[in-house]
T-cell receptor, first 109, second 114 residues
C-alpha cells in the first residue's frame, strides 16, 4: 500500500523567503505525482502534475521536482507572498491518488 | 464554465439518519471519485467510478454507498452504519481512471452529525 509523507507539517516564513516543501512516497511505481493547494474550508486546487518520466515541472513561481527512484518530490515556491499561505498537499498516483497529510504554510507580511 | 459542483456546502444531520451528498461535473470526465478529509490527515478514498453504472470501493467504503446513473452525477450516501461520519467530503473527476490523468476537485461538503 502506498504511503505518502509530508514534512514539515507546518512552516512559517517571512514574506520574500523561498519555500521548500517535501513529499516522500513508498512505492516508486507511480504514473505521476500531483501537488495541490487547499485554502481553509475549501476544495483542492491543482498546482502541478509531474509525469513519472519527468524530473521537474514549473509554473510561474512554482517548481516541483520528482525523483522516483528515491521516492521523493519537492515543491519550491520562490519569493513567497502572504497570499501563498495555505495547506499544500502532494498525492502519488499509482492508478489512484494516495495523499500526504499536507504542509500548512504561513507567510508573514 | 466547466467544473465540479457539490451541494450543500454545509450539512447537519442527527445520528441514525442517512444523508446524500451531491456531486455534479460538466467536464465530460469518465471517472469520478469521493474522498473524505479529517483534520490533520490526508484525503482517503471512499468510492470511485470509471464509467456509468460501474463503481468500486476505495480504502474506507464501509458505511457509504454510491450510484452512477449518469456520467455527470456521482452522489454519495452516508448511511447510519458509518460510525464516525462527521468530516469534510470532496468529490473529484478525471478524464480516465488510470494513468497520467489529472484529478479536479469540487469545493467540498462539510457534514456534521450530532
Amino acid at each position: 500500500k502506498q504511503e505518502v509523507t509530508q514534512i514539515p507539517a507546518a512552516l512559517s516564513v517571512p514574506e520574500g523567503e523561498n519555500l521548500v516543501l517535501n513529499c516522500s512516497f513508498t512505492d516508486s511505481a507511480i504514473y505521476n505525482l500531483q501537488w495541490f493547494r487547499q485554502d481553509p474550508g475549501k476544495g483542492l486546487t491543482s498546482l502541478l502534475l509531474i509525469q513519472s518520466s519527468q524530473r521537474e515541472q514549473t509554473s510561474g513561481r512554482l517548481n516541483a521536482s520528482l525523483d522516483k527512484s528515491s521516492g521523493r518530490s519537492t515543491l519550491y515556491i520562490a519569493a513567497s507572498q502572504p497570499g501563498d499561505s495555505a495547506t499544500y498537499l502532494c498525492a502519488a498516483n499509482d492508478y489512484k491518488l494516495s495523499f500526504g497529510a499536507g504542509t500548512t504554510v504561513t507567510v508573514r507580511a | 464554465d466547466g467544473g465540479i459542483t457539490q451541494s450543500p456546502k454545509y450539512l447537519f444531520r442527527k445520528e441514525g439518519q442517512n444523508v446524500t451528498l451531491s456531486c455534479e461535473q460538466n467536464l465530460n470526465h469518465d471517472a469520478m471519485y469521493w474522498y473524505r478529509q479529517d483534520p490533520g490527515q490526508g484525503l482517503r478514498l471512499i468510492y470511485y467510478s470509471q464509467i456509468v453504472n460501474d463503481f468500486q470501493k476505495g480504502d474506507i467504503a464501509e458505511g457509504y454507498s454510491v450510484s452512477r446513473e449518469k456520467k455527470e452525477s456521482f452522489p454519495l450516501t452516508v448511511t447510519s452504519a458509518q460510525k464516525n461520519p462527521t468530516a469534510f467530503y470532496l468529490c473529484a473527476s478525471s478524464i480516465g481512471l488510470a494513468g497520467a490523468y489529472e484529478q479536479y476537485f469540487g469545493p467540498g461538503t462539510r457534514l456534521t452529525v450530532t
